[in-house]
């Protein structure tokens, strides 16, 4: 089972700090696909734009960018960790 931890932003969205998937062997895309299909169109809007990971939305897979690795193509098997979180900043 792939576990999904949520930043705190997140949670009003999805009622839930983190979640896990059954979808063996895969890739980000269908993960978020999956949270998407299962949170609704305001998920969809706070972490991708055009199909895109918003800039200020990061993504990590067992701790690693997904931007370091290969974006949405990542691919993510039964046992890792996903964390979604967006950026923070202020001064």
Same mark, same amino acid.
């Given at each position: 089972?792939?576990?999904?931890? %949520? *930043?705190?932003? =997140?949670?009003?969205? #999805?009622?839930?700090?983190? &979640? #896990? =998937?059954?979808? +063996?062997? &895969?890739?980000?895309?269908?993960? !978020?696909?999956?949270?998407?299909?299962?949170?609704?169109? $305001? =998920?969809?809007?706070?972490?991708?734009?055009?199909? $895109?990971?918003?800039? %200020? @939305?990061?993504?990590?897979?067992? +701790?690693?960018?997904?931007?370091? !690795?290969?974006?949405?193509? *990542? /691919? @993510?098997?039964? #046992?890792?960790?996903?964390?979604?979180? /967006?950026?923070? *900043?202020?001064?």
């Amino acid at each position: 089972m792939v576990k999904i931890r %949520f *930043s705190s932003a =997140l949670s009003n969205v #999805t009622h839930a700090r983190e &979640t #896990t =998937l059954e979808l +063996g062997d &895969t890739n980000v895309k269908a993960v !978020l696909d999956k949270l998407i299909e299962q949170y609704g169109a $305001e =998920l969809e809007r706070r972490i991708l734009d055009k199909g $895109e990971v918003r800039r %200020f @939305v990061n993504l990590y897979v067992n +701790g690693e960018d997904i931007r370091h !690795l290969s974006g949405l193509n *990542s /691919p @993510v098997k039964d #046992t890792d960790e996903i964390s979604i979180l /967006p950026a923070v *900043s202020g001064g």
